[in-house]
């Protein structure tokens, strides 16, 4: 067994050299940066991004738009409820009893619209934040290959 009083420079280690760690610190950072920007128009980043995702995909299953977002079931499911709940999404019933399907309302669509000032707002500010380098590995990050 390894010492006790060796815990605290290992703990130290794990603190300074942390990618996950350093990953939810940018991840806050940023999205307090969108949120800031789109809070007039009562969107949070993450409801937009799930009116975005059913832009492209018309309507969709609630699982798809979870994946395609990569968030927890409980996640999308909270920000569904609210975003039902003012008039931006639907919810209907799929194919089978226990399928969801999310479905964009006009209201909706409008919201992304008038959003989009703001979202860009948020963006130039978000860019200007960080080294060019960062910003071009965070645009490259998901595509495969990259």
């Known amino acids: 067994m390894r010492e ?60 798809d738009i979870a994946r395609a977002l990569a968030l927890e079931k409980s996640t999308l499911s909270r920000n569904v409820e609210r975003m039902v709940g003012r008039g931006w999404i639907e919810v209907v019933r799929g194919e089978r009893a226990s399928e969801q399907r999310l479905r964009t309302l006009p209201e909706g669509r409008r919201l992304v619209e008038d959003a989009l000032p703001a979202w860009r707002a948020a963006q130039r500010e978000a860019i200007a934040a960080f080294p060019p380098e960062l910003i071009e590995a965070l645009r490259r990050g998901d595509r495969p290959g990259a």
């Open 4 to 63: 006790h009083d060796e815990l605290p420079r290992l703990a130290a280690a794990i603190r300074d050299e942390c990618l996950a760690l350093r990953v939810r610190r940018l991840n806050r950072r940023i999205t307090r940066i969108y949120d800031a920007a789109l809070r007039p128009h009562g969107v949070s980043t993450a409801q937009l991004n799930v009116l975005v995702a059913l832009a492209f995909a018309g309507d969709a299953r609630a699982t």
